[in-house]
């Protein structure tokens, strides 16, 4: 994508086949020296997508945890107790990934103490 002078790299990866291997794969064939974010399903690809060289990640999957224990959801939830990233912002070296909790649900149609989030990324010039 390119505004001007200015480029961005935006790459997706399926959330069905996706491995760590498949994932830092896209970065790397991806990477032109511009910015790359990267969309994809699952948040256990990101250590392999940052030492890839991605810029930001924007990925789900956990819905948040989903169902969490009230007051300590945010470290008490479903996607925790899998040992899994459940929301919010993380990092690794110079890469971010932002886990969304989505609006839906899997499995038991249902959320506990686990709010649904529509997130608004704004990407800015560093």
């Not at 392999?48 to 300590?72: C, K, M």
């Not at 690794?92 to 886990?99: C, E, L, P, W």
């Amino acid at each position: 994508m390119r505004r001007g002078s200015a480029e961005l790299v935006l790459a997706g990866l399926d959330g069905r086949i996706a491995s760590s291997a498949d994932a830092a794969s896209v970065v790397r064939e991806c990477a032109t020296g511009a910015p790359l974010v990267l969309l994809s399903h699952y948040p256990w690809t990101f250590q392999a997508v940052a030492a890839a060289g991605a810029d930001l990640v924007l990925t789900g999957h956990t819905h948040g945890g989903q169902l969490g224990v009230p007051f300590f959801s945010s470290s008490l939830n479903l996607a925790r107790l899998t040992g899994q990233l459940s929301r919010g912002l993380y990092y690794s070296g110079k890469t971010a990934m932002y886990v969304n909790a989505g609006l839906g649900t899997t499995g038991p149609p249902m959320r506990l103490a686990v709010p649904p989030e529509i997130a608004l990324v704004t990407l800015r010039r560093a």
